[in-house]
């Protein structure tokens, strides 16, 4: 399906791959180079937007596989970040634990709590579990705002930034590197996970829980699996960003995120690991479009136009892809494959 | 004593607005089978719309509910028709994203007309003044009782004795054998939206009245859901009674608890952990119907 003409699969291992021609293999390296140059002919202000998409993307991707394919959909996100943010951000500031110990003990908690909070999903489904995973939102912040002694509350917490043998990643380009790596690593581990046996019972739980249950899909153990492995991904991008910024607030958490999360996933297109990373890049790139033209529709309207463009605009975005674009980017750049390739002979 | 009463008082009042957004949210959840996550920006679109309508054009009360109520049927017309038809037979999460992109426009409209700010209107609405020994109700809030009240009764009586009210609890019940029997039930939809958005408009009336509005108002709004799912999903009169509990326990909670707890801010996340504990022990809240699922 979708290969050019003239090729055929032959083999278990053909039908498999990912990257399948000379062009695919030829495509991703030069993507690859291209990325790993980035630092060498932009400027800071770019790094800085393609470091917060790569750290988006990985939280995306850990939304994917809860939401995109397995259908549990979560509205706290931003709330499971945070609790991985906040673990990583007590080990290294208070406790003098290095970073790279702290990156995987902040992806386990933010697991366990996607866990605990996913525990109701096996009564609960659609709206119910939605609300559930708001609630688990605001009640992680709470969580985290009590918690005076150990989290400084809405203070926020001082994080140092990561470190390996004498080099700190201090510089913007060393950051981006160090991001892109990690987002390259979840971009490929999650693209395979959802090829092995827990990523079909995921797809089997997506189109009907009770025929996958029938076929003898363990539905509690697998939607916990999804739950952990998507709120792993999200404790990794949480510790990623407060080490970014070198600081940890609640702030940096809003409820809001955990929604546009869901809204990067329509735009790009649920259930596709390359819709999420389409989706991301696509609302980012809107975002740093609205800083641009926002001051000067302030100056030219109102003071408050900038405001409130970035919202209606972002709002206006997800309205039109759900009423005319539904199955997201990733189902559109397939039908410009096709259409590509069979050109000029469409039939 | 007279505290714990002025709590119950108070969050009494705060229960009513619950049990008002609530009740929007059921009607469209009933007839339409949507989530509307908006109902809480209705709420204060409402509020504002009552600013503007009684502060910047000096109406008269009556002139300003039904001015208010009118944009609120249009506005009511123009979201189902434009967006929310389109995505008849969608999967849930295309519905609930739908209304929260239309609540993120709704905010940024509402930043852009009115500014964002505080807005309030002390002293517009007429005012009843009751006093119950040493315990006082403030008459807004005795006002916002009562209209309350008078929504709520209305609608009953709506959905009982009169035809399109008829609809659209058949409606409700089975859309196929609806059709059949000749009920239009895309007007069915259009109509549960508008009696939402009327609903949700005079609730952000009473509140502008009681306490002012401001954007971090639609955040009530998230807050129903407690209520909603409390007293079940798809019942009025279960939205009703849980969102009186919830107000009063809220606001018994923080009155008593805050000054315990070193962050505070307890009314917050009260009625969130309450929906937690309903969505575990009871998913179906305290009146709704439960659902019993065959492949």
Redesign the interface.
């Known amino acids: 399906m979708g290969l050019p003409s003239g090729t055929f699969n032959q083999g278990y291992a053909q039908d498999m791959a990912i990257f399948r021609t000379r062009t695919h293999w030829v495509m991703l390296i030069a993507f690859l180079i291209f990325l790993f140059t980035c630092p060498l002919f932009f400027g800071d202000r770019i790094l800085t937007v393609l470091t917060i998409i790569g750290i988006t993307v990985i939280s995306v991707h850990g939304l994917n596989i809860l939401t995109g394919y397995c259908n549990q959909i979560s509205m706290g996100h931003a709330g499971f970040m945070a609790v991985g943010a906040y673990t990583s951000a007590i080990l290294t500031a208070k406790l003098g634990f290095s970073f790279w110990a702290a990156l995987p003990c902040a992806a386990l908690a933010a697991g366990i709590v996607g866990i605990i909070f996913g525990l109701p999903s096996l009564r609960i489904k659609g709206f119910y579990l939605i609300m559930a995973t708001i609630a688990a939102h605001f009640i992680i912040i709470w969580v985290i705002l009590q918690l005076y002694g150990i989290t400084g509350g809405s203070d926020g917490l001082a994080v140092p930034r990561p470190e390996i043998g004498g080099f700190v990643f201090k510089s913007k380009s060393s950051y981006f590197y160090l991001v892109m790596i990690i987002a390259c690593l979840g971009t490929f581990l999650a693209k395979n996970l959802v090829r092995t046996r827990a990523g079909r019972a995921f797809i089997a739980i997506r189109d009907n829980e009770l025929a996958a249950e029938v076929m003898g899909v363990n539905l509690l153990s697998y939607k916990l699996v999804a739950f952990f492995i998507g709120c792993v991904y999200a404790g990794v991008a949480g510790s990623l960003l407060v080490h970014y910024v070198a600081f940890a607030t609640v702030d940096q958490f809003p409820f809001m995120n955990s929604v546009w999360y869901l809204g990067m996933l329509i735009v790009g297109g649920m259930g596709s690991t390359a819709g999420a990373i389409f989706g991301v890049v696509f609302l980012k790139l809107l975002d740093e479009l609205v800083t641009i033209v926002g001051p000067i529709l302030s100056a030219a309207v109102a003071p408050q136009a900038a405001a409130s463009l970035s919202l209606i605009m972002r709002g206006l975005v997800i309205i039109l892809f759900l009423i005319f674009e539904p199955r997201g980017l990733a189902h559109r750049w397939q039908m410009v494959k096709a259409y590509y390739r069979l050109w000029p002979f469409s039939h | 004593m007279s505290f714990f009463l002025q709590l119950m008082v108070s969050g009494f009042a705060l229960g009513m607005v619950y049990a008002l957004i609530a009740i929007g949210f059921v009607i469209i959840l009933k007839c339409s089978k949507a ?1 509307n996550i908006a109902q809480g920006h209705f709420v204060m679109i409402g509020g504002y719309l009552g600013f503007t309508f009684l502060v910047t054009f000096h109406l008269p009360v009556w002139a300003s509910l039904l001015a208010a109520v009118a944009s609120a049927i249009i506005l009511g017309l123009i979201i189902e028709r434009f ?1 929310l038809r ?2 008849v037979g ?1 999967p ?3 519905v ?3 209304t ?6 709704f ?3 509402a ?2 007309i009115w ?2 700010e505080y807005k309030t209107y002390h002293g517009v609405l007429p005012t009843l003044t009751l006093k119950v020994g040493e315990l006082s109700i403030p008459p807004e809030t005795l006002i916002g009782v009562i209209v309350s009240i008078a929504v709520v009764a209305i609608l009953m009586l709506f959905f009982r004795y009169t035809k399109s009210g008829l609809a659209m609890m058949a409606t409700a019940e089975d859309e196929q054998v609806v059709q059949s029997a000749g009920i239009k039930v895309t007007t069915v939809y259009a109509l549960s939206w508008v009696i939402a958005c009327i609903v949700g408009v005079i609730g952000g009336i009473i509140l502008g009245g009681v306490s002012g509005v401001m954007i971090p108002l639609s955040m009530i709004g ?1 807050k129903a ?2 209520v909603v ?1 409390l007293g079940g ?1 798809n019942s009025i009169g279960g939205a009703i009674v849980a969102g009186i509990i919830l107000g009063v326990l809220e606001n018994v909670a923080a009155g008593y608890l805050d000054p315990l ?3 505070g ?1 307890l009314a ?2 009260f009625p ?2 309450i ?2 504990i309903v ?2 022990f009871r ?1 179906y809240g305290l009146f709704g119907l439960v659902e019993i ?3």
């Not at chain 2, 929260?100 to 426009?105: F, K, M, T």
């Open positions: 989530f967006t389109p995505l969608q849930v999460l295309a609930i994203m739908m929260i992109a239309l609540s993120v426009v905010e940024g409209l930043t852009l500014g964002g998230l859901f407690a799912l999903i707890l070193p962050g801010g917050n996340v969130f952990i929906m937690i969505l575990i998913p699922e065959r492949i």
